[in-house]
């Protein structure tokens, strides 16, 4: 039997299911990336806000003389008294550095001690992040000023630890990713309903061609989507044009098959009759020549039709098969021959599936079964049995099986793989056994099936069919 390689592919759905997926993790991600950016110079903002409404208070509290300020009022943000409170105050010019500090930034050291020489204009409002010493990121804004007297310059930075705010920040963004990690996961369950569902006609139309395959419909039918009909149309008339070759073919071959054989018996005929009436007065040199003859004849006669037979079901693997109940068509030779050999009084038993389906054309079962068991009841004496049904196979898939037995003298053990060669020439074949099972043999091999010729416990011959059930399928997931 023949080995069909397969490939894995990707489905159309997979591939566009991947693709998506991937457009989608990319924007959410992006997306994600935005939101976060966002919220996070939201968050800035706002402290930086806040920060200038601190710089404001001190402004309005605070007093200068002799290049020393003082407040006389204590502060309205209690945070500026409390020692390590997250809140520190600063008064600074950029000639004489740090002027005051407030009470909560005693202990506070910097990694970059210039911090505070740093000058910013008049009017103006600087937002950075500092380090301390103890590496904990402040979030700092310095304001510029022109103090009364219309000559001295100063800088007023207000500093507020980042602490709680990353904290804020963190927080959101476990939350951003969890929703848009939940939302990702719900659109792609909702991409492969939709894709489903978009991709339902191809399905529908996989189905509609292994019915084909298998024999249960003619054609592709019922509406299918605008992008799909012309297919449907095109594949509906290619298996009408298929159909009517292949039933041009077997006439044309048919009616050459009786073309050649009639002008054979008319010659096979003409022969006898020239021998019988001429049989005393001719010579043994020319009887011989005229057996030689008739020989010959029929010799031809076997070759037509063998070879027209191989050319018959050389197509007979198309898929396009109509349903073809096994016990029917055992049941119709059977009538037949028993009234062919009537006179031997033949009895036969059968054990059939009745459900079990051929998976080809019903004329090739028909010459499959025939020849078997027309050498079955003419080689048997008296007793024919038939078993057919299906059994799994060692390749894991179902196979049509037919068993015919008989009780003749059977086929030695050295034939028995000559009558089954494949392309046997008829012209060496054994007188009267003619060429049955070599075309047997050429119809089951067109099914990728085996034909195997042992030895029945009825006594005789018994001759093994075996053809896949499966049906290659079309593909669409």
Not at 125 to 132: D, E, L, P, V
């Amino acid at each position: 039997m023949k080995k069909t390689e397969t490939t894995t592919e990707y489905s159309l759905q997979t591939r566009l299911l991947f693709a998506v997926s991937i457009l989608l993790f990319i924007f959410l991600g992006l997306t994600g990336m935005v939101l976060d950016r966002a919220f996070r110079d939201s968050i800035e903002a706002g402290v930086a806000e806040q920060l200038q409404l601190q710089i404001y208070l001190l402004l309005a509290y605070a007093e200068e003389e002799g290049g020393e300020f003082y407040f006389l009022e204590d502060l309205r943000e209690p945070r500026f008294g409390r020692l390590n409170s997250g809140l520190y105050g600063f008064i600074s010019s950029a000639v004489e550095g740090e002027l005051w500090r407030s009470d909560s930034a005693l202990d506070l050291q910097f990694q970059d001690n210039q911090v505070l020489q740093q000058h910013v204009a008049t009017g103006e409002t600087a937002f950075t992040t500092i380090r301390s010493a103890d590496n904990e990121q402040l979030f700092a804004v310095s304001y510029g000023i022109l103090w009364e007297d219309g000559e001295s310059e100063y800088t007023f930075t207000v500093m507020e630890t980042s602490e709680p705010y990353l904290s804020e920040i963190s927080g959101f963004r476990a939350s951003l990713w969890s929703w848009l990690g939940g939302v990702a996961v719900l659109l792609l369950a909702l991409q492969l309903i939709l894709m489903r569902w978009g991709l339902s006609p191809l399905h529908r139309m996989a189905k509609d061609l292994k019915l084909i395959e298998s024999g249960e419909r003619e054609q592709l039918e019922g509406v299918y989507p605008r992008e799909l009909r012309g297919v449907a149309n095109n594949l509906n008339l290619l298996i009408k044009t298929e159909r009517k070759q292949q039933a041009r073919y077997r006439t044309t071959l048919g009616d050459l098959a009786h073309s050649l054989k009639t002008p054979l018996a008319v010659i096979t005929g003409l022969m006898e009759n020239l021998f019988q009436g001429r049989g005393e007065v001719l010579s043994g040199d020319v009887k011989q020549q005229v057996a030689a003859v008739e020989e010959q004849l029929e010799r031809m006669n076997q070759i037509v039709s063998y070879q027209l037979q191989r050319a018959v079901t050389a197509d007979s693997s198309s898929t396009l098969a109509r349903q073809v109940r096994v016990a029917a068509v055992i049941r119709k030779i059977l009538d037949a021959l028993v009234k062919v050999y009537a006179d031997k009084q033949v009895h036969y038993e059968l054990d059939l599936d009745e459900t079990v389906i051929f998976p080809g054309d019903e004329r090739d079962l028909m010459e499959i079964v025939g020849n078997i068991v027309d050498n079955a009841f003419k080689y048997g004496s008296s007793m024919v049995r038939i078993t057919a049904g299906v059994a799994e196979s060692a390749k894991t898939c179902r196979e049509l099986v037919i068993f015919v037995e008989d009780d003749g003298p059977g086929i030695a053990p050295d034939k028995r793989q000559f009558v089954l060669q494949r392309g046997a020439r008829a012209d060496t074949l054994a007188t009267g056994q003619g060429i049955g099972l070599a075309v047997v043999t050429d119809i089951i091999g067109s099914y990728n099936g085996s034909i195997n010729v042992g030895e029945s416990d009825l006594g005789g011959a018994s001759i093994e069919v075996r053809i896949d059930l499966v049906i290659s399928p079309v593909v669409v997931n």
